[in-house]
């Protein structure tokens, strides 16, 4: 990041660059399908072209060309598809997937590979993750992978591997419970969405680590620089920037990575390929929403209809109607429509940071389209957003951000090069937030001692608040329902039903600029693994130190997220955690051996936001 958000004048190639990621092709193999098994049962149309059902699966990893903006580049595949084939399975059955390792000598992929199981509860020597469940696949092996199947819903499967799951290695997993759903639908089609680039992975992973804010280059301009004085004065102005600056950020770095450099897909398709999902007015229909993207968010909505949410990570929840659903990276929704009174709709999702979109269609016929929205502002961040505001007995509210003394305020706990408490509680600008702080309710969030004087770790949230009721940034206000957290509650009772034994708090560390991730502040490769013991119930709880989102996924266990006051509340695969949020998740340690836990942001799982958990006897 710049030391300077203000003053540059960058961009200047954005148009062209822009047109080229949102995609000129409609997207899909070069090379010619249909050398692969195809169902075994008749199932109902999914709007996916490769969909396999059974018990016995044989999937083939490979490279296949493939263009999704004019450009031919080797994306890896799964029997020859992006995304990977639509498994159906049954709950109560066996399933056994041999997967073969069919990827070319000197392939940009590498030479191993790996499936994993997004969700699903198996056996630790099954989940697919090279150097905790196995050791990978090598070129020319297969693996057997046989399990017990022994959940139902919608979830997906991806690569562990190296940068496999950005280049095309994912895929629908849909699982027909034994009991019968509490709802009832007429179509049922999977909605996967995912994020493309042209660039080789490995490539973009090295660009963020050297320039990390490459695709913020929505910078404030001198021009709002001009404004804001105008509306705030010029101390006001010139303290806020300077506070952005310290913290290696701007206000309009939502996403590492975005628009700017991706293509975003439904089912393996661009928006000019218009997915389309078929119904008759008045049908019911399900749409199970998947986000097997590598580094996006996306806002999802269908104009003109209402969604109603009936389960999460593919877990019933209490059916919930909304207008539009924040989904982060690696979660699923299934929601239900009943599309009428119009032949089609626009399925309409866009990046959190509202650099693109991708849009597909619901329609009576083929062919159809409806008029596609557009992208909505782009959101400033804050620094209530970041757990620094509403300390001082309230007051600090997003408005608060211009003025000097909060800025002053807040960095005083996030820069670790001299600004400390002492100095700043000196400062005229220390006001409200410190005072509250100090005598105040509640007091400071504590933070571990591996963080303190840590180059990887560039801030730290003073007060994190759960914000389960928030939209999230970007969707507050916005004259729709959005969904939250705290509308998702399961449609069963906490399932283990026994308070937390102990309880584990783990904060969510990084370096912007460094493009480092991290556990409190300790990379993946220098931590020592988290141990649980076999049977324990016990409570996790994560704060977000850091400007980003981030989804942290456990495997093989369920996380089991609270409310405010402790109380369970719903149950998933995946949190997500907004910047200065401290939420908690109960864990039923019933699977032994070595899982991985992580955030679900590829190249911040890459980067050391990584633990090994261990269930020990
Ligand atoms: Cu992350």
Redesign the pocket.
């Known amino acids: 990041m710049s030391s300077d958000s203000f003053g540059r004048a960058e961009g200047l190639s954005v148009p062209s660059r822009r047109r080229f990621v949102q995609g000129l092709a409609v997207g899909g193999a070069v090379a010619t399908l249909g050398l692969w098994p195809r169902s075994s049962w008749a199932v109902k149309a999914e709007g996916l072209p490769n969909v396999l059902s059974g018990t016995e699966f044989d999937l083939t990893i490979g490279e296949t060309p493939m263009n999704f903006t004019g450009a031919t580049r080797p994306a890896i595949t799964v029997n020859g598809s992006i995304p990977a084939p639509l498994l159906r399975w049954r709950e109560g059955t066996t399933v056994n997937l041999r997967v073969r390792n069919a990827l070319p000598p000197g392939s940009i992929h590498g030479d191993q590979t790996s499936i994993h199981w997004h969700g699903i509860l198996l056996p630790a020597n099954m989940d697919g993750v090279p150097g905790l469940s196995f050791n990978g696949i090598n070129r020319g092996e297969t693996y057997h992978y046989r399990f017990n199947v022994v959940q139902g819903g919608t979830y997906w499967y991806h690569s562990h591997s190296g940068f496999q799951e950005q280049a095309g290695l994912y895929g629908p997993l849909v699982i027909e419970p034994l009991e019968p759903e509490p709802f009832a639908y007429d179509r049922d089609y999977v909605v996967m969405l995912s994020d493309w680039t042209d660039l080789d992975p490995k490539r973009l992973f090295a660009r963020l680590k050297k320039r990390s804010d490459f695709d913020n280059f929505s910078k404030q301009t001198v021009g709002d620089f001009f404004d804001d004085v105008k509306q705030h004065g010029l101390a006001a102005t010139v303290e806020d920037r300077k506070m952005w600056g310290r913290m290696r950020m701007t206000p309009t770095d939502l996403s590492d990575v975005n628009g700017n450099t991706y293509t975003f897909l439904m089912n393996g398709t661009t928006s000019l390929g218009n997915w389309t999902g078929l119904f008759r007015s008045g049908e019911k229909v399900r749409l199970r929403f998947i986000n097997g993207s590598a580094m996006t968010y996306f806002d999802v909505r269908i104009p003109g209809l209402k969604m109603t949410v009936v389960a999460a990570d593919g877990q019933y929840v209490r059916p919930v109607t909304v207008d539009e659903f924040r989904i982060a990276t690696a979660e699923t929704f299934d929601v239900i429509v009943e599309p009428t009174g119009q032949d089609a709709f626009t399925i309409f999702a866009q990046d959190s940071g509202r650099t693109g979109y991708i849009s597909g269609t619901l329609a009576v016929r083929e062919g159809l389209r409806a008029p596609v929205p557009d992208v909505d502002p782009k959101p400033l961040l804050t620094m209530d957003d970041m757990g620094h505001g509403g300390m001082g007995g309230g007051g600090h509210d997003m408005s608060s951000m211009s003025h000097g003394a909060m800025a002053g305020g807040a960095m005083a706990g996030m820069d670790h090069s001299g600004h400390d408490m002492s100095s700043m509680a000196a400062g005229t600008a220390a006001g409200g937030s410190m005072a509250g702080m100090d005598h105040g309710a509640g007091g400071m969030q504590e933070h571990p001692a591996t963080e303190t004087g840590n180059p990887l770790v560039d801030m730290q949230t003073m007060a994190p608040v759960p914000r389960l009721d928030d939209p999230g940034i970007g969707l507050r206000d916005n004259g729709r329902r959005v969904l939250t957290y705290g509308d998702l509650r399961s449609t069963f009772p906490d399932p283990d039903g026994r308070a937390p034994g102990r309880t584990v708090e783990l904060h969510?560390t990084?370096h912007m600029e460094r493009f480092a991730?991290s556990f409190d502040g300790v990379k993946f490769a220098d931590a020592e693994p988290l141990r649980l013991k076999y049977g324990e119930r016990m409570r996790v709880v994560l704060v977000n130190d850091?400007m980003?989102?981030?989804?942290?996924h456990l495997h093989g266990m369920w996380s089991d997220l609270e409310d405010e006051s402790g109380n369970f509340m719903v149950r998933k695969h995946t949190i997500d955690m907004p910047p200065g949020t401290k939420r908690a998740f109960r864990v039923r340690a019933d699977a032994l051996g070595r899982w991985a836990f992580h955030?679900?942001?590829l190249y911040?799982?890459e980067a050391g936001?990584f633990r090994e958990v261990r269930v020990e006897e």
């Open positions: 969510l990084g991730w850091t980003m989102s981030h989804p942290i955030c679900h942001l911040h799982m936001m």
